[in-house]
């Protein structure tokens, strides 16, 4: 082990004491995303869409990411690779102003999908754990006991714009009925409309994704010491640190006590000038 180390920056051999076998996840791929969803529908829940289809107009305030679901594929061309569909169900938030009454709060569900190829290195081995149960007697946990593992991280999406347009009454398109889990209807306290309305909201959203395959790995990594916690425990807030020690740790604040000259644009700043 400690020839291994004669070649690496990352330890000394004089301070290795002994090397440890540890399971963690390899990330074997990953890839990152900046998404903007144009016009994505809204189902609002029903009361929020009989406040809809009588609205003078409508603001969307947020959007907040309720659950991610990801599914995971090997493509059939290519036996390292695979196919991540990931669907992303957001809460939107609005307000809506009828007549000259105070704007009036609606929020429904709206549903985005995506998919991403990675690399997910081949691997004939079958994994299972202590807490493994069997998903159904045809073996489909063992279908899915070699595959690699999908993480994405996603942030909070960004609202970009909105629009509300009146319904079709030709019905020159028929609407396929969204499959939405009952984990997230659960979310909403009403009915989520997706037939039968006379106006829809569409958002549209920026989003930023980072999405990730991992195989679990067993590595020997050098052990220089066990690693202890050095802060101590407090009962109350504010007790972790003494506070003259934090203040000494802030630079002078040096530039804050130079005069600086008085520019057109401090003067815009500043207010000064006509």
């Not at 969307?60 to 695979?82: G, K, M, Q, S």
């Not at 105070?102 to 691997?123: I, W």
């Not at 020997?220 to 972790?240: H, M, R």
């Not at 600086?260 to 000038?273: A, P, R, T, V």
Request: aromatic share 6%.
């Amino acid at each position: 082990m400690s020839e291994q180390c004669q070649g690496s920056l990352r330890c000394d051999p004089q301070d290795l004491q002994q090397a440890m076998s540890i399971h963690t996840r390899k990330v074997t791929d990953s890839c990152r995303d900046k998404d903007c969803i144009e016009d994505l529908r809204v189902y609002l829940t029903k009361g929020s869409q009989a406040l809809l289809d009588t609205a003078a107009s409508t603001r969307v305030r947020c959007a907040e990411l309720l659950y991610t679901y990801i599914d995971v594929e090997p493509v059939a061309f290519d036996r390292n690779h695979y196919c991540i569909d990931v669907t992303f169900y957001y809460r939107i938030l609005a307000d809506a102003t009828i007549g000259n009454t105070r704007p009036a709060a609606l929020y429904g569900l709206a549903v985005f999908t995506k998919r991403a190829v990675l690399c997910g290195e081949d691997s004939r081995a079958h994994i299972y754990r202590s807490d493994t149960r069997l998903c159904g007697p045809d073996g489909v946990t063992r279908h899915f006991a070699n595959r690699p593992t999908a993480v994405v991280e996603v942030l909070d999406p960004m609202v970009l714009s909105s629009k509300v347009r009146e319904v079709c009454e030709c019905k020159c398109q028929e609407d396929v009925p969204l499959q939405i889990p009952d984990a997230i209807r659960e979310l909403f306290d009403d009915t989520l409309v997706q037939s039968g309305e006379r106006r829809r909201l569409f958002v549209t959203l920026g989003q930023f994704s980072i999405v990730r395959l991992e195989r679990d790995a067993q590595l020997i990594v050098p052990v220089l010491d066990y690693s202890i916690p050095t802060k101590e425990c407090c009962e109350t807030p504010g007790c972790a640190e003494d506070p003259c020690e934090m203040f000494s740790r802030i630079p002078f604040p040096t530039q804050q006590f130079a005069p600086n000259g008085c520019d057109s644009s401090c003067q815009d700043s500043c207010g000064i000038g006509g």
